[in-house]
């Protein structure tokens, strides 16, 4: 058998091109080697994942006039939107006022034009977003590149030098003065080495879902939510299904879309973990085996599913919850319940506290719906505020979190995770990026009344101070 840390050294070192000095290190998945590489590009802020997080805070670093590279792992921006199939966006403002504003907004009147801003679970089509966020990064100045697979990180002190990835034409490296870390599952931080927590106590997370695309249903007379939760007991009853699970939110209309079709986020895939592929292996292919059951279900319990077929599942799992970067400082579900605010705030949300049950267990489902109705779920115009610190990962001088991965316990994650959140998150730390570049300063150190001022430019929803 070859070993591991000598394989990796080898391959690093056979492609050098750049010369490291005994400072510089060079860590992959945990094991730490000194190496040349490759440049392929040398800018001011670097953002790895091209999900709602990533493309926003790479856009606004670039309108901030900053050279800025943006590597995505898949074919498609948009992240949970595109290539992972989710059908709706939820709310983007608190029921009394609007808390996402600047890129985030304009995207959403791209791809849901028949909608108004302020209403709640916009269906969403996913094809739309692939183009809206082609267009939107198309009409920058920012560099990418999909099909560009982060692998490793080079450290440099507590500073990030260079970021590694994988791509068909083999390994390169990029250089940066500001790391934005947006992959969802903090594989940057990892990777280099950062501070970080997962899940629960004993690292378990959330369940995944895989996303769907039906056709044939007539969505003038298909069963009410109700009914379709009533027959679903029906159906566990009957043994229809090989895995109990009551996650059954629907299917959704798809707009701009063929009659009759929709998007489903339904079923549970349990006990996966999103940062090994393995696991990611198996629960795909458990998922798409699963897939018929529910084709079977609709049609053969519910009304107006007599036709349904399904089209499409995605590519990538729906992923909740992975691990999240130890940050300057920890939003918490203290925080959620007490409708906080911040002097450093860059930006408000309100979404639910949304821990899906972590089994099949009924009862952990019926307390798990409890709990998002009676204990985790706001009034109208209430909402909680996302300071500053929390986007600032406390192992580095030079590196910014957005996305489901910021600095969160557990329960605010579950909140602050949806394409929303992430909007806001992802234009606060590409701006903070760029300011951090002009003034040659440590993330921690941009002034928060410049950031403020350049938030309210790019449109940000901010408190009234």
């Known amino acids: 058998m070859i070993d591991r840390k000598s394989f990796i050294g080898s391959v690093f070192a056979t492609v050098g091109a750049l010369k490291a000095s005994a400072a510089e290190e060079v860590s992959f998945g945990g094991v730490r080697l000194d190496a040349p590489l490759p440049v392929e590009d040398e800018v001011d802020v670097l953002v790895v994942g091209g999900g709602p997080a990533g493309l926003t805070a790479a856009i606004a670093a670039s309108r901030a006039g900053k050279r800025v590279f943006l590597a995505e792992t898949s074919g498609a921006f948009g992240g949970a939107a595109t290539a992972a199939g989710v059908p709706t966006f939820c709310m983007f403002g608190d029921g009394e006022r609007l808390l996402v504003g600047g890129i985030g907004m304009e995207l959403r009147r791209m791809v849901s034009k028949a909608y108004s801003p302020e209403t709640a679970w916009v269906p969403l089509n996913s094809e739309k977003m ?18 560009t ?63 769907t695309l039906w056709g044939g249903i007539d969505f003038a007379r298909r069963s009410s939510f109700k009914e379709q939760t009533a027959q679903l007991e029906v159906a566990l ?17 798809t707009p701009d879309a063929p009659t009759g079709t929709g998007g489903g986020n339904v079923g549970h895939v349990f006990g996966v973990d999103p940062t090994d592929e393995r696991s990611l292996t198996k629960a795909m292919i458990d998922a798409r085996r699963r897939m018929p059951e529910f084709e079977s279900f609709f049609r053969k319990y519910l009304k107006g599913y007599d036709n349904l077929g399904l089209l499409a599942t995605a590519p990538y799992l729906g992923v909740r919850e992975s691990r999240r970067v130890r940050c300057d400082y920890m939003l918490t579900e203290g925080d959620f319940k007490a409708r906080a605010s911040f002097a450093d705030e860059i930006g408000r949300y309100c979404y639910p506290v949304d821990i899906h049950p972590s089994s099949a267990d009924p009862k952990a489902m019926a307390e798990f719906k409890r709990k998002f109705r009676e204990e985790y779920s706001y009034a109208k115009g209430e909402s909680y505020g996302i300071p500053y610190r929390a986007l600032v990962a406390q192992s580095f001088d030079n590196v910014l979190v957005a996305g489901r991965c910021i600095g969160t316990d557990r329960a605010m994650q579950a909140s602050v995770r949806v394409i929303p959140g992430c909007f806001i998150t992802g234009q606060a730390a590409g701006a903070a990026a760029a300011l951090a570049v002009d003034a040659n300063a440590e993330v921690r150190k941009v002034e928060y009344a410049v950031l403020r001022a350049r938030l309210e430019k790019l449109g940000a929803v901010l408190r009234k101070i």
């Open 237 to 253: 009853g009957d043994g229809h299904f090989t895995v109990p699970d009551r996650h059954l939110t629907g299917i959704t209309p």
């Open 130 to 147: 692939k183009l809206a966020c082609d267009r939107l990064i198309a009409n920058s100045s920012v560099k990418f590149s999909l099909f």
């Open 149 to 211: 697979t982060l692998c490793a990180a080079r450290t440099e002190g507590r500073r990030l030098d260079a970021a590694v990835f994988a791509s068909k034409r083999g390994l390169f490296a990029i250089r940066a003065k500001v790391f934005v870390d947006a992959t969802g599952d903090a594989d940057l931080v990892a990777f280099a080495g950062g501070s970080y927590e997962k899940g629960d106590a004993n690292g378990g997370v959330m369940p995944a879902t895989l996303c």
